[in-house]
């Protein structure tokens, strides 16, 4: 009675399917949170990226008169208006495009670009001793997980960074 019992429990094969996916769910469940939280730190740098690339492009299309010299960061308010363009993607505004980014983690810097031996400079920068200007614009944010801080993680360390130039064109 003992053998025959015995020998029935170990031929059963119903609860296999549970076992499996009990042994299969942390696997399938770490692939799926990393892939969230890998496309979320892609978006962010995406994200990051395009804002610094606008803010130079609209840095470069300042007057001239604010790029006197070559060195420093440029006159009038373009630091200001460059900084709230790269945060909210606009001269105002309340919502950031990029979480932790603040005015602090952008830079805006000016150089000027010289001519070489006999070259002069023609165009927008005739007469123009300094030569060419050139405006920086970049940003450095701590990237902030989604998935990883609901699971304790805290990331820190993690650094998004975008770095764009322009030559300014004085529109």
């Not at 009990?22 to 692939?31: D, G, I, R």
């Not at 790269?86 to 309340?94: D, E």
């Not at 602090?104 to 002069?120: H, R």
Request: with cysteine; proline share 3%; aromatic share 8%.
């Amino acid at each position: 009675m003992m053998a025959r019992l015995l020998a029935r429990l170990i031929g059963d094969r119903g609860g296999n399917a549970a076992v499996e996916m009990a042994m299969v769910t942390p696997l399938l469940l770490t692939l799926m949170l990393g892939c969230a939280e890998l496309g979320n730190y892609f978006w962010n740098e995406h994200t990051l990226l395009k804002a610094v690339r606008d803010g130079a492009r609209f840095a470069a299309r300042q007057p001239f008169a604010n790029y006197s010299t070559c060195t420093g960061s440029p006159g009038g308010t373009v630091v200001t208006d460059t900084q709230n363009v790269v945060m909210y993607g606009a001269l105002t505004g309340s919502n950031k495009l990029t979480p932790n980014i603040t005015a602090s983690n952008i830079s805006v810097t000016q150089s000027c670009f010289t001519t070489v031996g006999s070259q002069t400079m023609t165009g927008l920068y005739t007469g123009d001793t300094n030569g060419a200007h050139v405006v920086t614009v970049a940003a450095t944010v701590t990237y902030r997980p989604v998935i990883a801080v609901a699971l304790g993680f805290s990331g820190v360390g993690t650094q998004l960074y975008a770095q764009s130039q322009a030559a300014v064109s004085g529109l």
